[in-house]
């Protein structure tokens, strides 16, 4: 057989042998190559959506309940909230310019 076994000792289990073929290795990297291609999909659909809602496509009028972000357009980076008081006024919360995050997620209350 040219089966590649590797062998690793395992402190845990008392210095007993486990074995691992390389097919499992194998998978693991058709399982890392299968992840890397959705996160480019998503990435790529969040440009394109990004850049439909930039020039003014997909309007959506919002609405009490409505969760949005705030883009500044000069620098691509979302309003952020940090958990940390305002500078000048400790009852508020600080605002920041970041890149997009849950904390750049906002809802309209009424």
Do not use: W
């Not at 500044?72 to 305002?86: C, I, N, W, Y």
């Amino acid at each position: 057989r040219n089966e590649l076994v590797a062998l690793t000792a395992s402190a845990e289990r008392g210095g007993s042998v486990s074995r691992r073929s390389s097919v499992s290795g194998a998978a693991d990297n058709s399982a890392e190559r299968l992840l890397r291609q959705r996160v480019e999909a998503e990435q790529l659909a969040n440009s394109n959506l990004l850049e439909s809602l930039t020039q003014g496509g997909d309007k959506e009028t919002l609405k009490y309940g409505s969760i949005f972000q705030l883009l500044h357009v000069s620098s691509g980076l979302f309003v952020t909230v940090k958990e940390d008081a305002a500078p000048f006024d400790p009852d508020c919360r600080a605002l920041t310019l970041e890149e997009g995050s849950s904390a750049a997620l906002f809802k309209i209350m009424p």
